[in-house]
C-alpha cells in the first residue's frame, strides 16, 4: 500500500508583500509629520495660545534651541529609518524561518507517510505516530489538516475481513497440514496487527479532538473525513466542541465498540452520519448540547447495539433523522430537551428494537413525525411533557398500535 500524498503548500498566506525602502520611509516620514502636527496644534488648542510672540532679534537662547531642534529632528529621522529597517528585518526573520520549518516538515511528513505505507505493521504504527505528532507541531492550520487528511485516507482504504470467520482452508476429506494452519494463522496475526493500526488512529482522532480549540495538540475546528469507514473500536469524543469544520461518517458502519459524543457541544459546523449503518456498537450522546450545527442522520440504518441521546439539548440546531430506520436498536431519548431548532423524523420507519423519549420534554414544533411509519418498534412516549410533536398522532393512527405507547391525553380518545 501506498500513500504519496504531499502537504498543501501555504506559502502564498506566508509570502512577504513589503514595500520598498523608499516608499516605505517616504509613507512612514509622512505619517510621522501628520502625527506630530496633529499633537502639537492638538496642544496648542487645549493650552488656548492666541498667537505667538514675534521678535526681530535673534538671541543666543533662540539660537541654541533651534540647534536643539535641528538635531532632535536629524535624530528622530534616523530612529524612523531604524525602525523600518528593523521592521523589514524582522518580517524576513519570520518568512525565513517559517520556510524552514515547512521544509523540515514536508521531510517528515514525507518520511511519516513511507512509513505508514510499509508493509509491516509495526512500522505503520509508527508512521500513525508520526504523523500525529506532526499535527501537532504542525506551523499552521493548513499542515495540520493535510496530517489529519492522511490518517483519515487510511482508515477509508479498504482492507480484508477478519480471516478467524473464515473457513481453513483444508482438501476435502483431509487433514490440514502443519504449513497450511501456519500460513492460517499468519493471516489471522496479520488482521489483527493491521488492525490495530486502525484503532490507533481511532483512538488518536477522539483523544485530539477531545483537547479544547486553541490550545496545543487541539483537532477542534479541523475536517474529519471519515465516509464510508468502517468503525469497530472504541472512539470518544466525550466533552468535544464542534464549532467549525466538517465531520462526515457518511455511510459509515458502527460495528462494535463505543463511540462516544457524551457532554458534546454541536455549536457550529457539520455533523454527518447520513447512510451510517448501526449494527452492533454503542453510540452515546449523553448529555450531548445541539445548539447551532446542523447534525444529519439521514437514511441511517439502527439495526443494532444502542444509541442514547439522554439529558441531551436539542436548542438551536437542525437534527435530520429523515427517512432513517429504527430495525433493531435500542435508541434512548430519555429526558431529552427539546426547546427550539428542528429535530426531524420525517418518513423514519420503526420497525423494530426500541426508541424511547421516557422524561423527554417538548417545546413548540420543534420535533415532527410527519410521514413516519411505526409497525414493530416498541416506541415510548409516556411520561413526556409539553405538546404532542408535530405529526405524531397522524403518524401513529387509529387505533393505536399495541407497540406505541403514548400519553393518555395525546389518545384519540381524549381529543
Given at each position: 500500500m501506498t500513500l504519496n500524498r504531499?502537504?498543501?503548500?501555504?506559502?502564498?498566506?506566508?509570502?512577504?508583500?513589503?514595500?520598498?525602502?523608499?516608499r516605505a520611509l517616504t509613507i512612514t516620514f509622512a505619517a510621522a509629520v501628520l502625527v506630530s502636527s496633529s499633537v502639537f496644534y492638538g496642544l496648542v488648542y487645549l493650552l488656548d495660545f492666541q498667537e505667538i510672540d514675534k521678535t526681530a532679534k535673534l538671541d543666543s537662547q533662540t539660537l541654541f534651541d533651534l540647534v536643539?531642534?535641528?538635531?532632535?529632528?536629524?535624530?528622530?529621522?534616523?530612529?524612523l529609518v531604524a525602525l523600518v529597517v528593523a521592521y523589514r528585518r524582522q518580517r524576513v526573520d519570520e518568512a525565513g524561518a517559517h520556510r524552514e520549518a515547512t521544509r523540515l516538515h514536508t521531510e517528515r511528513f514525507t518520511a511519516a507517510v513511507e512509513q505508514l505505507g510499509s508493509e509491516s505493521p509495526a512500522v505503520r504504527l509508527g508512521g500513525v505516530h508520526a504523523l500525529a505528532?506532526?499535527?501537532?507541531?504542525?506551523?499552521?492550520?493548513?499542515?495540520?489538516?493535510?496530517?489529519?487528511?492522511?490518517?483519515?485516507?487510511?482508515?477509508?482504504?479498504?482492507?480484508?475481513?477478519?480471516?478467524?470467520?473464515?473457513?481453513?482452508?483444508?482438501?476435502?476429506?483431509?487433514?490440514?497440514?502443519?504449513?497450511?494452519?501456519?500460513?492460517?494463522?499468519?493471516?489471522?496475526?496479520?488482521?489483527r496487527a493491521l488492525r490495530e493500526v486502525r484503532h490507533t488512529i481511532l483512538r488518536l482522532i477522539g483523544e485530539h479532538y477531545r483537547i479544547p480549540q486553541g490550545t496545543h495538540r487541539s483537532w477542534q475546528g479541523c475536517n474529519l473525513d471519515l465516509t464510508g469507514v468502517t468503525i469497530d473500536s472504541a472512539m470518544d469524543f466525550t466533552g468535544a466542541t464542534f464549532s467549525s469544520g466538517a465531520v462526515n461518517f457518511a455511510n459509515a458502519t458502527f460495528s462494535s465498540g463505543n463511540v462516544r459524543f457524551s457532554g458534546a457541544t454541536f455549536s457550529g459546523g457539520n455533523v454527518r452520519f447520513s447512510g451510517a449503518t448501526f449494527s452492533g456498537s454503542y453510540m452515546l450522546f449523553d448529555d450531548a448540547t445541539f445548539s447551532g450545527s446542523d447534525v444529519r442522520f439521514v437514511a441511517t440504518k439502527f439495526s443494532s447495539g444502542q444509541v442514547r441521546f439522554s439529558r441531551a439539548t436539542f436548542s438551536d440546531s437542525n437534527v435530520d433523522l429523515f427517512a432513517a430506520t429504527f430495525s433493531g436498536s435500542d435508541v434512548r431519548f430519555t429526558g431529552?430537551?427539546?426547546?427550539g431548532g428542528s429535530v426531524r423524523f420525517i418518513a423514519t420507519t420503526f420497525s423494530g428494537g426500541s426508541v424511547r423519549f421516557d422524561r423527554a420534554t417538548f417545546s413548540g414544533d420543534s420535533v415532527h413525525f410527519d410521514g413516519a411509519e411505526f409497525s414493530g418498534s416498541d416506541v415510548h412516549l409516556t411520561g413526556t411533557t409539553g405538546p404532542a410533536p408535530t405529526g405524531l398522532l397522524e403518524a401513529v393512527g387509529d387505533p393505536v398500535p399495541p407497540e406505541v405507547r403514548l400519553r393518555p391525553d395525546w389518545l384519540p380518545s381524549a381529543q
Open positions: 504531499r502537504p498543501r503548500s501555504t506559502s502564498g498566506d506566508r509570502e512577504l508583500r513589503l514595500w520598498k525602502v523608499g536643539k531642534l535641528s538635531f532632535g529632528v536629524v535624530a528622530g529621522a534616523g530612529a505528532g506532526l499535527a501537532d507541531d504542525a506551523p499552521d492550520k493548513g499542515l495540520r489538516q493535510t496530517c489529519i487528511d492522511v490518517l483519515c485516507a487510511y482508515l477509508r482504504l479498504p482492507f480484508s475481513p477478519d480471516p478467524a470467520h473464515l473457513p481453513d482452508p483444508l482438501p476435502d476429506g483431509t487433514s490440514p497440514s502443519e504449513e497450511r494452519r501456519n500460513a492460517h494463522q499468519d493471516k489471522k496475526d496479520q488482521y431529552a430537551m427539546f426547546s
